[in-house]
């Protein structure tokens, strides 16, 4: 998650110094913590610094976990202070690249918004829901701001309602409806004179600060930890008491499918899994001041690992990989009886 604390309340060029201090002490969370560095230095104003930061990730050897993000975040960057040309080109490769994870294509369309490229940003709005959510019996939550921008950019253009845009409306939880907190007229009745437009101006404004809350209160999914075959083998090897929790990897496996229906059943949104290592919940283990071998600290070390943006969405986008790893699309894997 980005901060978005004003600059007067928060020194971020100390706190991005502090973010790139400790990315040289995680380096298996360098993406996340830089990317957080990136995201102050904008808020500072020291945007060529930003774009330093991202030139960083974009040339690490390592490879990264989400580059069409980077490259997004990026162009949104260089746009804002005069690199134009650049930016575009970026953000068509950003869409030539047609990522999976929505939030590439939420920055690049909201960059083209900003700068008034309305029918640039539907467009780019149209054909990330076009990729991501057709035959989608359900849009993750994270697709969420896909529908609602898009919505939006078409209320300003003055587009009639589509079936995406009543996808949006279903979706959408406020009693505000999308189509009065996108109405184009909102803008001058913040300065109209009428006391009665005022208000109702102040009430949309609320629901719109109740949806942002809404958001930044889920910053990391509800994951479910799963363990490769070979570290589920090396962890019970090392913690045979952790068998009665893991009796085998196809169990494992089926366990993590059924726990994750069951709660998207219940209504609980925003989903991920994530991916544990030995080495890994040893550490975590060690700063808790306990044994490995203690079953109770597997949820704990799951939760852990999201906060540090480590969870992957659940269930995948259609035709991606199955979560497993087995190279298998999910819908002809764990996801084919959805």
Known sequence: MRPDTPAENVDHTAEAARLER??????EDAEALLLRAAAHLELSGDR???????????SSSDGLENPHLVRALKASNLWEYGHEAEARAIIEGVRVASPKDPAPWVIVAESLESHDELEAAHETFTEAVHRLLA???EPPYATHPLLFGRHRVRRMLGKSHDEWDALADSVHSLPITLDELHDPKRVWSLGSENPAELEAEILRLRAELGAYREALSRPFPVAILHWPAGELTELLEAYPSLSTEYPSHAEHLASIEQSLRELAASGTPNLGIVTGTVPSYEAFAASEG????????LPQYATTLAARGRAVAWPPQRGAACWCGSGEAYGECHGSAA
């Open 22 to 27: 400790t990315a040289g002490l995680y380096p």
């Open 48 to 58: 060529p610094t930003a774009t330093t930061l991202y030139d960083r990730l974009l």
């Open 135 to 137: 035959d989608v019996p």
């Open 290 to 297: 306990s044994s490995p071998g203690d079953a109770t600290l």
